[in-house]
DNA sequence: CGAATCGTTGATGAGCTTCAAAACTCGTGG
DNA sequence: CCACGAGTTTTGAAGCTCATCAACGATTCG
């Protein structure tokens, strides 16, 4: 990754966001700023941990893999943290990898500092603490979708879940570029089942395909899938 | 639930062993104690939060449900936290339920209280947030396992989890009384399937059964089936 | 002693993965 | 500018894992 300057927006970041006044020169300090490329690995699942990452713009997919085959967690964009999984009392490995899936600009805090930040800055724990529980109760949702859902309706549920993050372009199209690997990796499936299902939901009018970009035609009848049966 | 009057072991409950000496009245006046049966409902996904509970002693499967299966999600007893799911800033329902599986003892605190003793208490705050990214990491870490390891991998990884968790008695065998039924729906498989996977697990010499208890006879071997390949 | 729950087993096939191979895209360098 | 190769998309076929259904024995419990 390289090294570049620039500035943290204040807004959108989680960290300079909530930042005590008189920490703020010391973040400043502490602060590294990269630049990842496209299909750039960011941090890597079983490195050491050495820091927290925040997005300033761009799109990370955050992965775990077993043998051959890998399963995307979630995606950070825009404000989002990476890294954060490696705070923990019990192991000091990350435990997913990172890969920019754009151009992405980040800002690094070491470990240390960030940790001794916390301890202070007991709003930032808070949202930290608040920021975790959200992040656990989407997991636990995902986890069970793996478990008890069908492709499809997996399927179903990873494009509106991407439509509510990265929002629809112009044309209402989901507005992300995202390989078809990634998001069979998303919804925990093969390559092809996915394509397969993709076809199929196309057949049924409830998404269109203009280019690579996905539309969701019919909002209802695609979230029926999601939706338990009885 | 029944109430009952048991007093609240210090060393072992998250919030009364953090709390701070000036809120431990307060605590005491705000605690009521319960006593859950066997099978008994504590919490239902999807009713409103009121609060949260920490297990005094004996043993509760939190689980989700999706139409008419469902997959518990983890185990709580001695001294762990439950309803703490309910802590977000998006929803104010249980995203869990919580039944007991023996006779439970446990105090509950409801949420407001909770909510005010964290924003004061900046070491409770620090604890619970490292708890919750233990959790996370737990999750995700069962999240990939459900999406890409076959059953037989999984309830490998979920009899070294139950033997962690609740130990093993004087014969070496899992400390639990686990209906096959919920062992199944923490491994995220059917009833039968997990029948024939542990009949296998005993061919292969790799657990024993005495009577419902599991024991696992080689360790070493029944890892590596929870070890990515290559 | 029913009644209900749990354990056990076999048969069947849906759902999904795997493999294989052709068609298409796209960047790269000659 | 085109040829090349690497990666991605598309499609078909084969088969494996696992869920489902069904039936019966065992155990628990009011």
Redo the contacts between chains.
Sequence with gaps: MKNCNTPCNLQKCFMCRLALNEWKPAIDSHRKNFLAKKGELILKEGDPVTGIYFVYNGNVKVH????????I?RFANEGKIIG??G?????SVY??SATALEPTSLCFIDIDFFLST??VN?DL??N???F??????E???????????SVKSRLAVALFHLKDLFGTDDEDCINVELSRQDLAAFA?ATYETVFRMMNDLVQENLIALTGKKIRITDEEKLRDLTI???
């Design positions: 775990k893999k077993w043998g051959d085959k890998e399963l967690v954060h999984r705070l923990s009392t019990k192991s435990p997913v916390l301890k007991h724990a808070f930290l603490m608040m975790y529980a959200d992040e656990l109760q997991s636990e949702k995902k986890m069970r979708n793996l478990a008890l859902m925990g338990e049966a009885q």
